[in-house]
């Protein structure tokens, strides 16, 4: 991807709402999202608005989901009151799956990029163990 295309991805990401990880559309990555075949269904559930250079220093929070019998997906969390869920529908999970699986992606192309410190806690939240060395040899 060249400088310009980047830009105006850039550019179109802050006018048209449109959540773009690492210059893919999130929305049009979730139609090819199956919930069923993750082993831990790790979402991201907040939209990404920083550009791909600041996913470096603010790095998402992932969120363990359950899929649910009717095809929807709980999400577990602990509040001052004590532990609770929240209930969402399958569109919802596989966008947030579609988040999770780019910023993995994302991550695991540009760890040679971060310091040691955010390549832990980049590998400890995107369950990323290890980083094949192709993945950082044949970058352009």
Known sequence: MTENEKG????LKQYACIEVIDGANVEETA?????????????VEHVVTQEDEELFANIPDVELAKLRP?????????????PDFRIISANEAKIMRARFLLLKGFYGRNME????????EV???????FVPNFLMENRT
Request: glycine share 4%.
């Open 31 to 43: 139609e090819m999202v199956d919930l069923e075949i993750a082993y831990k269904l790790l979402i």
């Open 8 to 11: 105006l991805i850039e550019v």
């Open 70 to 82: 009717d095809g929807r997906c709980e999400i577990h969390y602990e509040t001052e009151d004590g």
């Open 123 to 129: 590998a400890a939240k995107y369950d990323i163990s």
């Open 113 to 120: 990029r971060m310091t040691l410190p955010k390549q832990n």
